[in-house]
């Protein structure tokens, strides 16, 4: 019912930086949340950042300073904007999203992820 598409991984050095994003679409009528998570091999799923319909912010404490979430409403989709990025940074990036659909239930979903490398 929803379908979410992420962009913007890659290769790059350690101090550069990338922004992700991620476009959902489908049966929506409003967002109640968007985020982005990430998953390094052989460490636990971690969330980074979340933003709220109502513009509130949550963020690991691991990219405070360097990654700022942001979204365009008009076209529901949640950006995450990289900085100073580290090798640990490393990881596969997911996109998490709650949305209040057409049929007046809640859709949660999780994208297929976008892979950043970040080399030393």
């Known amino acids: 019912q929803v379908q979410l598409v992420e962009?913007?991984?890659?290769l790059v050095q350690a101090g550069g930086s990338l922004r992700l994003s991620c476009a959902?679409?489908?049966?929506?009528?409003?967002?109640?949340?968007?985020?982005w998570y990430r998953q390094a091999p052989g460490k636990q799923?971690?969330?980074?950042?979340?933003?709220t319909s109502g513009g509130n912010t949550n963020y690991a404490?691991?990219?405070k300073g360097r990654f700022?979430?942001?979204?365009?409403?008009a076209k529901n989709t949640v950006y995450l904007q990289m900085?100073?990025?580290k090798p640990e940074d490393t990881a596969v990036y997911l996109c998490d999203?709650?949305?209040?659909?057409?049929?007046?239930?809640?859709w949660w979903g999780l994208g297929q992820g976008t892979q950043v490398t970040v080399s030393s």
Do not use: P, Q, W
């Not at 962009?7 to 890659?10: L, M, N, P, R, V």
């Not at 709650?98 to 809640?106: C, H, K, Q, W, Y």
């Open 45 to 51: 799923r971690e969330l980074v950042a979340t933003m």
């Open 61 to 63: 404490d691991s990219v």
């Open 24 to 35: 959902a679409s489908g049966k929506i009528v409003s967002m109640i949340a968007m985020g």
């Open 68 to 73: 700022t979430i942001s979204r365009d409403n």
């Open 83 to 85: 900085h100073s990025l």
């Open 7 to 10: 962009s913007g991984g890659g």
């Open 97 to 106: 999203a709650e949305f209040n659909i057409v049929d007046g239930s809640t």
